[in-house]
């Protein structure tokens, strides 16, 4: 028990002190966050800003300013009329290209991931750890090492310069990572549910639909979360295996902003560049806590 | 028993087909992505540690040259400089990545107000793509347009900026913009596991008289030694795969300055028509992440070991 026998005046001193401190402390702390805050935010604040400036506004006055002119055009022009190598589409084929790819290839692996987790931590097997870590293998790869194999079969199926060979190449490789974070989350189900539940005559698939799936939702949205950003973020695959037209969004990203002519079109850019960032930006704002939440329950043990 | 066995402990005796279906489930619903899984691992990595040693150019070819393209690559200055770039790239990268994110983690730990409005503020570049932070950067490197021009317009004149243009620091560009892209991410792993460390722990500290910051140094952050080794295996994997944020920050330039070996590879494959030698230098990048993962994974495989030998 610590000892309460200070006197009044001390006790007073000593707190105005500690309030003091407290504020200065206060005050580093709340200061250091707003100057980092500045730093993570002024590049975003810069593209949205330059995204509804006039073009020659910008050239004059440079891309970090406050915007003196406000118009809509760019982001119309980024979508659906400005020139990427010859093509005046924008960015709208390629945006559909990116979500053609990502949602399938996001759905597919996350569920086999699902499964795979569910049999490496409630069905084990003689083996089925070294299986486990052979799989996790998968993770550490290189992208580069796979590209000629990748190119050799993509060209067998038919399937070079598409969005299919993309989601092949996307659910393959995330397997491994898929796997990994929901084996780690299954582990923590006790498996004396399980027991109880095929003593009561269940089997693989109910026990998987009425006990794993129902406590399964956050390691879900971390995957889901996961695969989505990273496949949709993606660039070495789809500016490797498709061209033009296919190409999912960060390639004709990295196209559109190297075609630059004399006058480069910032304002455009910046739309093009938003444009790109938006759908993984808006499912992590909504899941972002969720993401945080999970990572360390599953994917960091 | 354990409860390993599960599949063991159900008696044996003659089954009816149902059963026996139901108890090869899982083989069966996990064989396709083992074979997947196996295919992608080993197959894949054999093929093109073959391709490297054989004398493919424009297309695979399998005419056996042993070491020839890995003797042409080491005697590339335009390697050197990639497998120069990729070390201190994943130094600064790292440290400095962690730096901050442990920063930002300690600053948020101290039950400030808006914590999630600040989680959400660091951690939001992670979901967004290398490509688009590495476009948006080279934007603000650019001379004329970007963090110079905006200084020198609020009148100093003589300020100079031009850190992506000069070949001497443009690496240093590529490593800015890399550490604020992760830091958030290290951040809200070091956060979680500030988090996670037992509050008695704490209290006793404090019962002692210890300040915030020892208790820090001496029972917080031991505590979570295990995260910083996660967080740089993790960093370290995304600094040897570069490629998206140098090709869309600097493309490798200015000059060769900052090649990087995913850019080598990329450049070799689909522009040069050197498969073999491309090859090769996939197959370093390979090597360079086993010194770094195999250590690490013999490390978490023994303290698995000892704490399940503990438990």
Not at chain 1, 142 to 162: C, E, K, R, T, V
Request: one cysteine or more.
């Amino acid at each position: 028990m610590a000892d309460v026998s200070l006197d009044q005046a001390q006790d007073h001193h000593a707190a105005a002190v500690a309030a003091r401190r407290h504020f200065l402390t206060r005050f580093v702390i709340y200061g250091l966050l707003v100057i980092f805050a500045a730093i993570y935010l002024v590049p975003l604040l810069v593209v949205v800003l330059n995204s509804f400036r006039d073009q020659q506004e910008i050239a004059r006055n440079g891309l970090i300013s406050l915007p003196r002119s406000f118009r809509l055009e760019a982001w119309g022009q980024a979508w659906s009329t400005y020139c990427i190598g010859g093509t005046c589409e924008g960015m709208q084929r390629n945006f559909y290209n990116s979500l053609k790819m990502t949602i399938p290839a996001t759905i597919i692996s996350t569920a086999v991931g699902a499964m795979n987790g569910y049999i490496l931590s409630k069905w084990r097997f003689r083996g089925s750890e070294a299986l486990f870590t052979c799989m996790l293998l998968g993770v550490f790869i290189p992208g580069q090492i796979s590209l000629m194999p990748w190119a050799f079969i993509l060209g067998n199926l038919g399937l070079s310069n598409s969005t299919y060979g993309l989601i092949v190449i996307h659910v393959i490789q995330g397997i491994s990572f898929t796997t990994l974070f929901c084996r780690n989350y299954y582990v923590s189900i006790p498996d004396d549910l399980i027991k109880a539940a095929r003593i009561d005559g269940a089997g693989f698939w109910r026990i998987f639909g009425k006990i794993i799936l129902p406590l399964s939702s956050p390691i879900l949205i971390v995957t889901v979360i996961w695969q989505f950003t990273g496949i949709w973020n993606e660039y070495l695959f789809g500016v490797v295996f498709t061209s033009g037209q296919q190409q999912p969004i960060t390639a004709a990203l990295v196209a559109l902003t190297a075609s630059g002519t004399n006058v480069r079109a910032y304002d455009v850019m910046s739309a093009a560049v938003l444009i790109g960032a938006l759908p993984p930006l808006l499912i992590y704002l909504f899941g972002g806590k969720y993401f945080v939440r999970g990572l360390t329950q599953g994917a960091i043990k | 028993m354990s409860n390993h066995d599960l599949i063991l402990s159900t008696p044996a005796p003659a089954r009816p087909w149902r059963e026996r279906l139901g108890s090869a489930m899982p083989l069966l619903v996990l064989g396709p992505s083992l074979v997947a899984s196996f295919v992608y691992v080993f197959v894949f990595t054999g093929w093109t540690l073959y391709i490297s040693l054989s004398n493919s150019s424009l297309l695979p070819t399998y005419g056996f040259v042993g070491l020839d393209n890995y003797a042409s690559l080491w005697a590339n200055r335009r390697w050197n400089i990639a497998y120069t770039n990729l070390f201190l790239f994943s130094g600064f990268y790292i440290v400095g990545s962690m730096a901050v994110g442990l920063l930002l983690a300690i600053l948020i730990d101290q039950r400030v107000r808006g914590e999630a409005v600040w989680r959400t503020i660091f951690l939001y570049p992670l979901a967004v793509s290398f490509i688009v932070t590495g476009t948006v950067w080279s934007w603000l490197y650019n001379p004329t347009d970007g963090i110079q021009a905006m200084v020198r317009g609020l009148g100093w004149t003589n300020f100079s900026f031009a850190l992506a243009s000069d070949r001497h620091y443009a690496i240093y560009a590529v490593i800015i913009t890399g550490v604020w892209q992760a830091s958030g991410f290290a951040m809200a792993l070091f956060l979680a596991g500030l988090r996670s460390v037992d509050s008695d722990l704490v209290k006793a500290a404090q019962i002692d008289g210890a300040s915030t910051f020892r208790i820090y140094r001496k029972v917080l952050l031991p505590t979570i030694a295990p995260i910083f080794l996660a967080v740089a295996v993790i960093q370290i994997q995304f600094a040897i795969k570069t490629f998206d944020l140098v090709a869309a920050l600097t493309k490798g330039g200015p000059g060769i300055s900052t090649t990087f070996p995913a850019i080598y590879v990329y450049d070799l494959m689909f522009q040069r028509g050197q498969i073999g030698e491309g090859a090769a230098a996939a197959i370093m990048m390979l090597a360079a992440l086993a010194v770094v993962l195999v250590p690490y994974s013999f490390w978490v495989v023994w303290r698995r070991r000892k704490e399940a030998g503990h438990g």
